[in-house]
């Protein structure tokens, strides 16, 4: 495998576990009944970022880059949500 192969892999790993970190947001909220922490107005920049790295990802055919960010899109509109029903 090349370096910049490993090099992908290794970010596109680091990506998932990225995308997936919000979801220790969500378990906090759920634990104490409370989104008022919480600032939707940053997640939704995070959801436009992840959009539109994913539609580049898409652009450039690079699955590296399109499976982390597919991940956080989902991942911060479920995000979002949640805090809007703890609110």
């Known amino acids: 495998m090349s370096p910049t192969t490993t090099l992908?892999?290794?970010?596109?790993?680091?990506?998932?576990?990225?995308?997936?970190?919000?979801?220790l947001q969500v378990r906090a909220i759920r634990a104490h009944g409370s989104?008022?922490?919480?600032?939707?107005?940053?997640?939704?920049?995070?959801?436009?970022?992840?959009?539109?790295?994913?539609?580049?990802?898409?652009?450039?055919?690079n699955v590296a880059l399109m499976v982390p960010n597919a991940i956080a899109l989902v991942v911060s509109a479920s995000t979002i949500a949640v805090v809007k029903r703890y609110r």
């Open 35 to 61: 989104s008022r922490g919480v600032s939707i107005g940053y997640q939704g920049v995070l959801l436009v970022g992840f959009a539109l790295w994913f539609a580049y990802a898409i652009a450039i055919e």
């Open 8 to 23: 992908a892999l290794f970010a596109s790993t680091w990506g998932v576990a990225m995308a997936l970190s919000p979801l």
